[in-house]
């Protein structure tokens, strides 16, 4: 959202001036939904990790096996950590360069979860 208002702005409207006062309610949002989104991440695999023995195998093949870098360092680490880091601190949130990295980084960690997804639901075999 934050880069369709940036373009929006600059490109497509007839001052051609960002809002910064939207872009910045924006990162702020955005950085409080990826804490809520990594709080339910770990409750979703605390979950798993204190269930059945096919849940646990899960946990372990996505935190541990295969599936740990897309899921820990793509998804978790480079998807929502770092853009959570980026948008909090204020000096950063201010310049557009990081914003739109945050934006980039968390784009890509979506794709990694849609991909940690659909492949690891097909890696693991039904019993």
Known sequence: MILLIM????FFTKE???NHD???????LLGWLLVVDLFLVF???????????EAQEVAHF???GKMSF???IVENFIGKV???TIVMIPGMRKSYFWLILAALMNMAGIMAMRIVTVYGG???PLM
Do not use: G, H, T
């Not at 373009?7 to 600059?10: A, E, P, Q, V, W």
């Not at 939207?22 to 702020?28: E, G, N, Q, T």
């Open 62 to 64: 996505m935190m541990f």
């Open 82 to 84: 770092i853009p959570m």
């Open 7 to 10: 373009i929006r702005d600059r």
């Open 16 to 18: 051609k001036v960002i």
């Open 122 to 124: 097909q890696v693991l």
């Open 43 to 53: 409750c979703d695999y605390s979950v798993l990790l204190y269930s059945k023995q």
């Open 70 to 72: 897309w899921f820990v």
């Open 22 to 28: 939207l872009i910045d309610s924006l990162a702020k």
